[in-house]
């Protein structure tokens, strides 16, 4: 096939966030996760280049390599700004966008707890304990979610601890700003981008979000064109590891109704 639908994470996290979500859906499509540079199982940058623009370069060639000629894109958080801005530059390529709890506007209450887990001392000293850490943040999530995170953004070091296993320019304030955004360009920056969305967009909120209020939901809402809004309730920022089943039946539902 040369049709995918391809979901881009968000920020300090991995394609594995999406395993639940890619499963449910590649009973009936083809799926795509991908890890973004810095994360996971892809190469980090030795500049310590993360602008979005260059993840924009990264999202085209890895397109391209792939041979892939039209696209379901599905992006959450920082991968749902991502999405927006390709979506907006490739719209002869991009037939259908969902944006997972990502604005131009989020909440610094979000952002500071994001910056908390991520500026953890020395890490963990068992799986268990970042467990526990990472339930702060992921409530909805089950054990077995959270320890699958666990060993996709964690590595045990010299001394036998649990530590990030990303680059260091996502957790040192001094290298990169203070918010989940590793581009040049200012969130808001975004709303250009979400102007010029051509495609049929469905935009999801979780209930419980710290990270989105509901007037930024339906500020992006009114600046797609012809895009719908699904809230899911049980599920705050991480949706696709809180609630899994309801986001893929969401998407599953939004894409037979464009068929």
């Not at 060639?61 to 700004?81: E, I, K, P, Y």
């Not at 530059?89 to 990502?102: F, G, I, K, R």
């Not at 001392?121 to 304990?129: E, K, Q």
């Amino acid at each position: 096939s040369r049709h995918a639908l391809l979901m881009l994470h968000g920020y300090a996290s991995t394609s594995e966030m999406w395993t639940d979500v890619a499963t449910d859906l590649a009973r009936e499509f083809r799926v795509i996760a991908l890890d973004m540079r810095g994360y996971g199982q892809s190469d980090r940058a030795e500049d310590m280049d993360y602008t979005r623009a260059t993840q924009l370069e990264d999202l085209e060639a890895f397109v391209d390599a792939v041979g892939l000629r039209s696209l379901t894109l599905v992006g959450h958080s920082m991968g749902g700004a991502l999405a927006i801005c390709y979506a907006a530059e490739h719209p002869e390529v991009v037939t259908a966008l969902v944006v997972v709890e990502a604005a131009p506007e989020v909440l610094r209450s979000g952002i500071e707890g994001v910056r908390r887990l991520l500026l953890t001392g020395d890490g963990f000293d068992s799986v268990d304990a970042a467990v526990e850490a990472f339930r702060a943040y992921q409530p909805y999530a089950s054990t077995e979610q959270l320890e699958r995170r666990v060993h996709s953004v964690l590595k045990m070091n010299e001394d036998g601890r649990l530590v990030w296993d990303f680059d260091e320019a996502f957790r040192d304030p001094q290298i990169r700003p203070p918010e989940p955004d590793p581009g040049q360009r200012r969130l808001s920056d975004l709303w250009d981008s979400a102007d010029r969305v051509q495609c049929p967009t469905m935009i999801i909120r979780g209930q419980d979000t710290d990270m989105l209020t509901p007037e930024a939901i339906q500020r992006l809402h009114r600046r797609i064109a012809g895009s719908r809004v699904s809230l899911i309730e049980d599920a705050g920022h991480h949706v696709p590891t809180d609630q899994p089943a309801s986001l893929a039946l969401n998407i599953r539902e939004f894409l037979q109704s464009i068929a």
